[in-house]
């Protein structure tokens, strides 16, 4: 039986063989209906990644509340609190945010307190960066990053009836189950990074000259600006504010280097993974975040 913890409050969710068959087949049917509107291995790639990092997780949280809809009215409901959730697959999972089951989905043995999309988005983050850093980019690397990002659940998604191309295909053949690697990549650094990610021996095993940068932005002097802000109303708006500026840096980084790479965009802050101290423009990230 697999099971996961939310690490927020403990509760332990378990499922049964069929809970977590159905869940697996529900999130892939949405995964699958968003790649089914790209045509590009580009747009595959980009909508691949919006759905795990910004969609799945809206479908998913709040964990502990739903909403009821009875003809006009609608009310909250709350879902089970007990420290043992039992999930055998019999409920609706849900299409909308907050209507139905949140569609828990874990990452299994490898990390008991991580979501599968956690663990999908870390390995598509890393290998994204450390690609470009070896000068691949365009197609290549679009190919790959779909790859990352529909291989945990490949056979969902082709019981949904979504076609990946083949030249995806390939590359999941060659990283999951070993086979004849593609020319032209360094395929065993993506085993080393896909099997590193959730696995401490695996990780200390990659090798020491890897190295990618973290750039972290944040809106300076955000207290004093609080405190020193006469109305209740001018506070709301300046919050407003320092959230648009953050989504706004947010939305330039995953343009440019993908949605996956972002690590956090709320609040005041910024965090993200990129392959060297430069935009692809060649301008330092700390005055790009500043001009943008």
């Given at each position: 039986?697999?099971?996961w ?7 332990r969710?378990?499922?049964t ?7 697996r ?5 949405r ?10 291995m580009?747009?595959?790639a ?7 990092a ?15 809809i009875?003809?006009?009215q609608v ?7 007990a ?8 409920g609706e999972?849900?299409d909308?945010p907050l ?25 598509a983050a ?12 365009g197609?290549?690397?679009d190919?790959?990053r ?7 659940l490949?056979d969902?998604?082709?019981e949904a009836g979504?076609?990946?191309p083949?030249e995806?295909?390939?590359?999941i ?17 993506l085993?080393?990074v896909w ?8 990780a200390?095993r990659?090798?020491?000259?890897l ?5 972290i932005?944040?809106v300076?002097r955000?207290?004093?600006y ?5 109305g209740l109303?001018?506070?709301r ?5 320092l959230?648009q500026i ?8 995953a ?22 101290p ?7 990230w ?7």
């Amino acid at each position: 039986m697999t099971e996961w913890m939310d690490p927020l409050t403990g509760r332990r969710y378990r499922f049964t063989s069929e809970g977590l068959r159905k869940v697996r087949r529900h999130v892939a049917g949405r995964l699958a209906a968003e790649l089914a509107q790209a045509s590009t291995m580009h747009e595959k790639a980009e909508a691949a990644a919006r759905f795990w990092a910004e969609k799945y997780y809206g479908l998913v949280f709040p964990l502990g509340f739903t909403k009821v809809i009875r003809g006009e009215q609608v009310r909250g409901q709350v879902l089970s609190s007990a420290p043992v959730v039992e999930l055998d697959g019999s409920g609706e999972f849900r299409d909308e945010p907050l209507q139905g089951q949140p569609p828990i989905l874990p990452a299994g043995e490898e990390a008991r307190e991580a979501l599968l999309a956690d663990v999908t988005l870390v390995r598509a983050a890393l290998i994204n960066v450390l690609l470009r850093q070896r000068g691949i980019d365009g197609a290549r690397l679009d190919a790959v990053r779909l790859a990352c990002l529909t291989a945990p659940l490949v056979d969902e998604l082709s019981e949904a009836g979504l076609r990946l191309p083949e030249e995806v295909d390939d590359l999941i053949g060659s990283v999951l189950r070993k086979e004849q690697a593609p020319p032209n990549l360094d395929i065993s650094l993506l085993r080393a990074v896909w099997e590193a990610v959730g696995s401490a021996e695996a990780a200390r095993r990659l090798p020491e000259e890897l190295s990618l940068v973290v750039v972290i932005g944040a809106v300076q002097r955000v207290k004093q600006y609080v405190f020193d802000t006469p109305g209740l109303n001018e506070i709301r708006g300046g919050s407003e504010l320092l959230e648009q500026i953050t989504e706004r840096a947010g939305r330039a980084v995953a343009e440019e280097l993908g949605p996956e790479v972002v690590l956090r965009a709320a609040g005041s802050q910024v965090e993200f993974l990129a392959p060297s101290p430069q935009a692809l423009d060649g301008t330092e990230w700390v005055l790009r975040l500043r001009r943008d």
